[in-house]
T-cell receptor, first 112, second 111 residues
Framework: NAGVTQTPKFQVLKTGQSMTLQCAQDMNHNSMYWYRQDPGMGLRLIYY???????DKGEVPNGYNVSRLNKREFSLRLESAAPSQTSVYFC???????????FGPGTRLTVT | GENVEQHPSTLSVQEGDSAVIKCTYSDSASNYFPWYKQELGKRPQLIIDIRSNVGEKKDQRIAVTLNKTAKHFSLHITETQPEDSAVYFC??????????FGAGTTVTVRA
């Protein structure tokens, strides 16, 4: 099992460009999440999908959109990247009510 | 929403000593409190968690305590080893989904 995978690993964007971060899990989990990690601020939830077909805003959703493509895949889209979105992005998944979230390896995004 | 504060931000301990990290939370509806460990350049991984119907939980050298009345919970690592050096994050949630994380504690174990 690969667990949770993310692509790409690294990305540099110019201000105003768009991109989609991809996430997939092979653990048959129902719930998936997108976080951003910034120095001194811990992990902040951007969006989550409690189950296939549903998505909800987290703590910092502005500037992002998500798509739960199917049970395995959950993508994060930046429509018009801004320097404030420079961060490390983690995708995670969990089984409903189990608590434990399994994280992907992360995507380091720089917006210039 | 939930606000989680974590202290200290850095902690240096001698190998073999104990380490304690403390967190407070604001939302009395929170009932799930996990701790994650993140080694340099790696992904966060769950090391222990506790639910509000339990006051203390242990797993080998790691223990977590919860005081719901005071809205604080703590991570205790005993007999620290070099491999315990990492960033530790506490979190709180009212429903298993919307985890609110603390800012993290960088633990360094000195040989």
């Amino acid at each position: 099992n690969a667990g949770v995978t993310q692509t790409p690993k690294f990305q540099v964007l110019k201000t105003g460009q768009s991109m989609t971060l991809q996430c997939a899990q092979d653990m048959n989990h129902n719930s998936m999440y997108w976080y951003r990690q910034d120095p001194g601020m811990g992990l902040r939830l951007i969006y989550y999908s409690a189950s296939e077909g549903t998505t909800d805003k987290g703590e910092v959703p502005n500037g992002y959109n998500v798509s739960r493509l199917n049970k395995r895949e959950f993508s994060l889209r930046l429509e018009s990247a801004a320097p404030s979105q420079t961060s490390v992005y983690f995708c995670a998944s969990s089984e409903i009510r189990s608590g434990e979230q399994y994280f992907g390896p992360g995507t380091r995004l720089t917006v210039t | 929403g939930e606000n989680v504060e974590q202290h200290p931000s850095t902690l240096s301990v001698q190998e073999g000593d104990s380490a304690v990290i403390k967190c407070t939370y604001s939302d009395s509806a929170s009932n799930y409190f996990p701790w994650y460990k993140q080694e340099l350049g790696k992904r966060p991984q769950l090391i222990i968690d506790i639910r509000s119907n339990v006051g203390e939980k242990k797993d080998q050298r790691i223990a977590v305590t919860l005081n719901k009345t005071a809205k604080h919970f703590s991570l205790h690592i005993t007999e620290t080893q070099p491999e315990d050096s990492a960033v530790y994050f506490c979190a709180a949630s009212p429903n298993d989904y919307k985890l609110s994380f603390g800012a993290g504690t960088t633990v360094t174990v000195r040989a």
